[in-house]
């Protein structure tokens, strides 16, 4: 411990002192014993409780009390003696003080790694906000195609019938007629899709029919126009009433088509969303592969 050796210029506030009647001087108390500590005493100020100690009664060395005295003026102030009583009392507060500190850093290390939880969970609440988002749009998207779909069960389209030749109610009973089906008590409604855009094309008819089956029905007997005797049936085809999605995946669809029948594969067809593989026996009766690539 650092010291301040007593001296009797030395006067420190908080050190026992009273004030000597017969000559003026101040006398200093030991901390210790109570007893005056004198101008030629050894005695050492402790730098908590100010009080002046006789080195025996704090059981200080010589050598010890020589180089307290010789260094306790030093520059910087750094040399400081504790009595045994503050000692003790210094030590118990620097080791609180110790584990103080220490239980600070420690939380102040759990603070910095809750902030860092927090901020790794906020990252993730974006994440998942912007999950939720493309989700929700994804739902929407999938519950408007189903009302779509729904809308349209019942319709099949007709492509590349000519436009302002004939009445076209009349024109697509005639060819339901020659595809074979029976027209009896049939409500249909026909309607051209999009704008005129003149005599050099033709726009699309959609037919709603009374009922699904009927669609079915309608669809599988489509390639019989092929066949017809009538020469402007022949160039007409019909499809299903796709949804916009489903005009997407149905162009790749025939797109891959293409390149397949280009690259020498045969007998390959669309059906139901699929690129199929049909071949006919000598009884007409179709055998369907599917034919992944």
């Known amino acids: 411990m650092a010291a301040t050796a007593k001296t009797r210029s030395s006067t420190r506030r908080g050190s ?10 101040e006398i200093c108390e030991c901390g210790t014993c109570r007893k005056i500590v004198k101008e030629d005493s050894a005695a050492l100020l402790c730098g908590v409780c100010k009080f002046w100690h006789h080195i025996g009664c704090e059981n200080v060395k010589k050598d010890v009390y020589d180089f307290l005295s010789t260094n306790a003026n030093d520059d910087n102030n750094s040399i400081h003696w504790f009595c045994r009583k503050c000692n003790r009392s210094a030590v118990s507060m620097m080791t609180k003080l110790t584990v103080l500190e220490q239980n600070q850093f420690k939380m102040q290390n759990e603070i910095d790694s ?23 749009k994804n739902i929407t998207g999938c519950i408007r195609e189903e009302l779509e779909k729904e809308k349209r069960r019942c319709n099949v ?11 076209d109610t009349i024109a697509v009973e005639c060819m339901l007629t020659e595809i074979g089906m029976e027209l009896q008590d049939m409500s249909l409604n026909v309607e051209r899709l999009g704008t005129n855009r003149g005599v ?11 009922t ?13 126009l092929k066949n017809s005797t009538t020469e402007s049936f022949q160039s007409v ?39 199929v593989s049909v071949v006919r026996d000598e009884d007409n009766t179709e055998t369907i592969t599917k034919n992944y690539r």
């Open 212 to 224: 699904p089956e009927l669609r079915y029905k309608v669809l599988q007997k489509a390639h019989k």
């Open 200 to 210: 050099d094309y033709n726009r699309p008819i959609r037919i709603k029919l009374p």
């Open 157 to 167: 389209i007709i492509r590349n019938c000519k436009e302002g030749e004939n009445d």
């Open 114 to 136: 809750i902030n860092g939880t927090v901020n790794r969970l906020g990252d993730s609440v974006d994440k998942m906000e912007c999950h939720v988002e493309v989700l929700q």
């Open 237 to 275: 085809y019909i499809t299903p009433d796709y949804t916009r999605q489903e005009q997407i995946k149905e162009r790749e669809l025939r797109n891959q088509l293409r390149i397949r029948r280009a690259a020498g594969e045969t007998n390959l067809r669309i059906r139901r969303g699929e690129i």
């Open 16 to 25: 026992a002192k009273t004030d000597d009647k017969a000559t003026g001087d």
